[in-house]
């Protein structure tokens, strides 16, 4: 019999063939989409699914949008979950004006105003990488947020990598950027991300390439670089120290962008978490492996509900 990370395949196969059969319909005229105005030049483009009593909000890595999540959202129940995805500020269709303040205090600050205006008392929020962080900061300030489900995030000072290094340099760095194809930039990212690059298929490529056509977007990546690691990191990692709710923490084990040792530097740092190392995957197990990914998920929220 062959096994998976110990499960038997039928298993995994048996689960794969009801998820997909019986949850979400995965058309674009089975979301609600539309846009959140945060202030009279900020507003963020977002998408709800189901009508669950568990709401879910969902928030990409960087450079990225809210199709990230396409691969991993047929899994859940719509008659469990109310899903809230959100392309953050200065990604995705959430690109306006170039100018002004893209880091991830300003967006926890614009996603945790969206959550108020939701009306909801308990949010669960999913952070991959950049997003993670978002999640991070907008939970200290918000008691909705009841549990925090982290993948690959930073939380403590790295060396960025080299693409993010040179499309943050000033007035030439997007310009560097967008002398290559939009496809050939996906691609390269998701082969940085991916362990496996036969995992990439043709939907993910043209997810990313989605938003690399225009030079607005790569210039609004390119603000957002430029502020990704706050000026007072340390003091966020001391009030980060402070948080008391459930807290999974899921990473790759061969994630080259932020490396699983930082994983258990977080864990170690948060009174209350659980660290899940994914077997032969890299930096978006949600994308390279979504239903393992989703499995570890589903178990966490079925526990602390």
């Known amino acids: 019999m062959l096994y998976y990370n110990g499960v038997p395949i039928w298993v995994i196969v048996g689960n794969l063939k009801k998820c997909l059969n019986n949850q979400w319909d ?7 989409r539309d846009r959140y105005e945060f202030s009279p030049q900020e507003s963020i483009h977002f998408c709800v699914k189901g009508n669950g009593p568990h709401h879910v909000l969902f928030l990409h ?3 990225a949008s809210l199709l990230t999540w396409d691969d991993i959202l047929p899994f859940f129940s719509p008659h469990e979950h109310t899903l809230h995805l959100l392309d953050l500020k200065g990604h995705g269709a959430s690109v306006q004006d170039i100018r002004g303040d ?13 959550i108020r205006s939701c009306g909801v008392s308990q949010v669960t929020v999913v952070g991959h990488s950049f997003g993670g962080s978002v999640g991070m900061l907008a939970a200290l300030d918000l008691p909705q947020v009841t549990r925090l489900i982290l993948i690959g995030s930073p939380l403590f000072p790295q060396k960025l990598p080299k693409f993010m290094r040179i499309m943050g340099m000033p007035l030439i760095g997007p310009l560097l950027v967008k002398a290559s194809s939009a496809r ?5 990212a998701l082969e940085n991300v991916f362990f496996h ?22 210039r609004a990546l390119a603000c957002t670089v430029r502020q990704i690691i706050p000026p007072d990191i340390y003091r966020i990692i001391d009030r980060v120290e402070t948080l008391t709710l459930p807290v999974l923490l899921l990473w790759g084990e061969q ?4 490396r699983p040792d930082l994983g258990i530097k977080l864990h170690a740092t948060l009174k209350k978490s659980r660290l899940f190392f994914i077997p032969d995957c890299g930096h978006n197990p949600h994308e390279e492996l979504p239903f393992i990914t989703y499995t570890l998920i589903r178990d966490f929220l ?3 509900m």
């Open 26 to 32: 995965v058309r674009e005229s089975s979301m609600n």
């Open 61 to 63: 890595g960087f450079g």
């Open 102 to 114: 893209f880091s991830a205090q300003q967006n926890a600050r614009i996603i945790s105003a969206y």
């Open 184 to 188: 050939t930039i996906a691609r390269r």
């Open 197 to 218: 690059h036969e995992r990439i298929t043709e939907q993910h490529v043209q997810r990313y390439a989605l938003f690399y056509h225009s030079l607005a977007s790569i």
């Open 255 to 258: 994630d080259r962008i932020v």
């Open 302 to 304: 079925r526990e602390v």
